[in-house]
């Protein structure tokens, strides 16, 4: 089973619509992220959290919300979906307590916001 | 922010030969860590190579090594021996060490594609 589960795995939104995209992990990581993918951009990121309770913004976080459920889990929301959030997302977590900084991804989600 | 910059939009090789592929990126921080991540067509983002930025020597992984040129903020990969399943995009990234947000900074990609 893969490490780093992301749901669901392509969705197609109209303009409006709230949506959540979901992340699990069984690494017991306690960092994990959320990143989008725009073709010609390269990934860029969206939140971050390093536990439960910490949970900061990242470099293009306007139009998303994120909640931390458990360590497991860390969701991405679109409270009113807009064109221009088409996109790949992916979640990623990591642990660099022991000096290794790699960060895992999931599969990603493909978001089409009509 | 920091910024990664790949200059190659899009190489191509002949299966089996060896092909370079090109990134700098700019930082004031001494102490870092440098990544290539392949995706294909999958989608996937697979690690491919690190280098810690204090290591003077290049990181290898079997066919695939790093040129690491820290006063020139330059971090190539080599690709040996091509092969098919290498036919991908190659994003090249940068990490601060923590504190902070200890998130990846990504380069625009390259497009690689292995020629039978």
């Known amino acids: 089973d893969a490490d780093v589960t992301q749901t669901p795995r392509n969705r197609i939104t109209k303009t409006g619509k709230r949506i959540m995209l979901e992340c699990s992990q069984t690494?017991?990581?306690?960092?994990m992220y959320w990143y989008r993918q725009d073709p010609g951009l390269g990934l860029r990121l969206i939140y971050y959290?390093?536990?439960?309770?910490?949970?900061n913004k990242g470099e293009i976080s306007d139009g998303y919300s994120v909640s931390r459920q458990a360590q497991a889990k860390f969701s991405l929301s679109l409270e009113s979906a807009i064109p221009n959030q088409t996109a790949l997302y992916f979640c990623?977590?990591?642990?660099?307590?022991?000096?290794?900084?790699?960060?895992?991804f999931g599969p990603g989600t493909r978001l089409t916001v009509l | 922010a920091q910024t990664v910059t790949q200059s190659q939009p899009e190489m191509s090789v002949q299966e089996a030969e060896t092909v370079t592929l090109s990134c700098t990126y700019d930082?004031?921080?001494?102490?870092?860590?440098l990544f290539w991540y392949k995706q294909p067509p999958s989608r996937q983002m697979i690690l491919v190579i690190r280098q810690e930025a204090y290591k003077q020597q290049n990181a290898t992984e079997n066919r695939f090594s790093v040129n690491f040129q820290k006063a020139a903020k330059s971090f190539s990969l080599k690709i040996s021996d091509s092969q098919l399943g290498d036919t991908a995009m190659y994003f090249c990234a940068f990490m601060k060490p923590p504190p902070g947000a200890n998130n990846l900074f990504f380069g625009t990609g390259t497009r690689l594609t292995v020629i039978p």
């Open positions: 690494k017991g990581h306690d960092r």
């Open positions: 959290s390093f536990d439960v309770k910490d949970i």
């Open positions: 990623a977590t990591s642990d660099p307590s022991g000096g290794n900084h790699e960060q895992f």
């Open positions: 930082t004031s921080e001494n102490n870092y860590y």
